[in-house]
């Protein structure tokens, strides 16, 4: 199983940026997928997340209404448009799926996941 993060970059505050995660070695459309961030000296935690059909979303707080999570089981791709950026936002952003039954969105507890990609880094400056 393989997941590839990709899009990171430098932007300024305010900017927009767009993150994908192309899925291979596994039924993309069995497993719910999430996406997680760590910046400098702090834990990963939780950012998005996305249930099997793409019917069910969540999202962390300080995210929410600003960050949209997608999915598309064609191209076994999910993806993450990032809007308003803030410095607070710079980490290495990565993507998961969890194997996990139909329509429930995945949770937001990394142990939860089966599989991560490598990150992507994303920098939002001043």
């Known amino acids: 199983v393989q997941l590839q993060a990709c899009g990171g970059g430098l932007v300024q505050a305010g900017d927009s940026l767009s993150v994908s995660c192309a899925a291979s070695?596994?039924?993309?459309?069995?497993?719910?997928m999430g996406w997680f961030r760590r910046a400098p000296g702090k834990e990963r935690e939780f950012v998005a997340a996305i249930s099997r059909n793409g019917r069910s979303t969540a999202y962390a707080d300080s995210v929410k209404g600003r960050f949209t999570i997608s999915r598309d089981n064609a191209k076994n791709t999910a993806n993450l448009q990032m809007n308003s950026l803030k410095p607070e936002d710079t980490a290495v952003y990565y993507c998961?799926?969890?194997?996990?039954?139909?329509?429930?969105?995945?949770?937001?507890?990394?142990?939860?996941?089966?599989?991560w990609g490598q990150g992507t880094q994303v920098t939002v400056s001043s």
């Open positions: 998961a799926a969890a194997d996990i039954p139909p329509y429930k969105v995945p949770p937001r507890i990394v142990h939860e996941y089966a599989y």
């Open positions: 070695g596994l039924i993309f459309s069995l497993y719910g």
